[in-house]
T-cell receptor
Framework: GAVVSQHPSWVICKSGTSVKIECRSL??????MFWYRQFPKQSLMLMAT?????????EQGVEKDKFLINHASLTLSTLTVTSAHPEDSSFYIC????????????????FGPGTRLTVL | GEDVEQSLFLSVREGDSSVINCTYT??????LYWYKQEPGAGLQLLTY?????DMKQDQRLTVLLNKKDKHLSLRIADTQTGDSAIYFC??????????FGSGTKLNVKP
């Protein structure tokens, strides 16, 4: 249980275009989803926290108008990188926490497989 | 504090034990976690420990927690080549935010 998927797994786009990344919890209701960014050989940097049905909370230094996050349902959150530039190229990982039936997973984050974004 | 520190590299021979260390900063963290990341993949939850525990064992994995020194370690017994990966420790803060260490790259030599 507690499976999180991301789509696409990799994407290449031209500078100036927008890219949407989806994060889905497959077998549990994700009340909270998190978006991270990981640079090569570095740790994960938390970008934002999103709760279902409310606006995302962004970490300091993360531009909310550039990285649009929507958490419209208990199983889906999306991250849209708007007007992407080469410096936005990175590995984006989502995670989710929530409940699955009688089991509470609110204390643990389950991670998606990540999305590799390359902006040319 | 959000600085979670780990040594960057560890190299062991197959069959030996591996010990990966982590120093965290928030003494109020309720849970501490170990995740494994293989190349090009997301993070896989290995194990976690509640802050009122000193030790947790799960098959080949042993987690030790020293709250006084804010030190967490992960011991992998009988390390295999398939254990080669990057290992991240993480501490849970308020609002379920996780802060990760820099990751330790474990290299297992046959």
């Amino acid at each position: 249980g507690a499976v999180v998927s991301q789509h696409p797994s990799w994407v290449i786009c031209k500078s100036g275009t927008s890219v949407k990344i989806e994060c889905r919890s497959l077998d549990f209701q994700a009340t909270t989803m998190f978006w991270y960014r990981q640079f090569p050989k570095q740790s994960l940097m938390l970008m934002a926290t999103s709760n279902e049905g409310s606006k995302a909370t962004y970490e300091q230094g993360v531009e909310k108008d550039k990285f649009l996050i929507n958490h419209a349902s208990l199983t889906l959150s999306t991250l849209t990188v708007t007007s992407a530039h080469p410096e936005d190229s990175s590995f984006y990982i989502c995670s989710a926490s929530g409940t699955s039936g009688s089991r509470s997973s609110t204390d643990t984050q389950y991670f998606g497989p990540g999305t590799r974004l390359t902006v040319l | 504090g959000e600085d979670v520190e780990q040594s960057l590299f560890l190299s062991v021979r197959e069959g030996d034990s591996s010990v990966i260390n982590c120093t965290y900063t928030d003494s109020s963290s309720t849970y501490l976690y170990w995740y494994k990341q293989e190349p090009g993949a997301g993070l896989q939850l290995l194990t976690y420990i509640f802050s009122n525990m000193d030790m947790k064992q799960d098959q080949r994995l042993t987690v030790l927690l020293n709250k006084k020194d804010k030190h967490l370690s992960l011991r992998i017994a009988d390390t295999q080549t398939g254990d080669s990966a990057i290992y991240f420790c993480a501490e849970k803060h308020n609002f379920n935010k996780f802060y990760f260490g820099s990751g330790t790259k474990l290299n297992v030599k046959p």
